[in-house]
């Protein structure tokens, strides 16, 4: 079992920056795939961005080029660093983590979710 918690949302305007992170619990963090989706008001839940074991990633065209994603598997987190934040990036952001799976950016791809954390970007 995985419990994950992330931190780090907030209200930010339009051209700013916030870093989410992810602290995961157990002693596999550093073989799961982890990946970050969003939320919006009465949209489905969508792929950010996700990072595999080895440390590759992939990115939603939307976030290319403004989002980075990294782990630190000995802090067993992961980061999201958001920069050049747009209106449309509202939504709660969440962090989840799967066994390797070709389909990274669908959700059923993953086992364990956190809560979930709300980024604001106000225009």
């Known amino acids: 079992q995985v419990q994950l918690v992330e931190s780090g949302g907030g209200l930010v305007q339009a051209g700013g920056s916030l870093r989410l992170s992810c602290a995961a619990s157990g002693h596999t963090f550093s073989t799961y795939t982890m990946g970050w989706f969003r939320q919006a008001p009465g949209k489905e839940r969508e792929f950010v961005a996700a990072i595999r074991s080895l440390g590759a990633t992939y990115y939603a065209d939307s976030v290319k080029g403004r989002f980075t994603i990294s782990r630190d598997n000995a802090k067993n987190t992961v980061y999201l660093q958001m920069n050049s934040l747009k209106p449309e990036d509202t939504a709660v952001y969440y962090c989840?983590?799967?066994?390797?799976?070709?389909?990274?950016?669908?959700?059923?791809?993953?086992?364990?979710w956190g809560q979930g954390t709300q980024v604001t970007v106000s225009s």
């Open positions: 989840a983590a799967g066994y390797y799976s070709a389909s990274y950016s669908k959700p059923s791809a993953y086992n364990y």
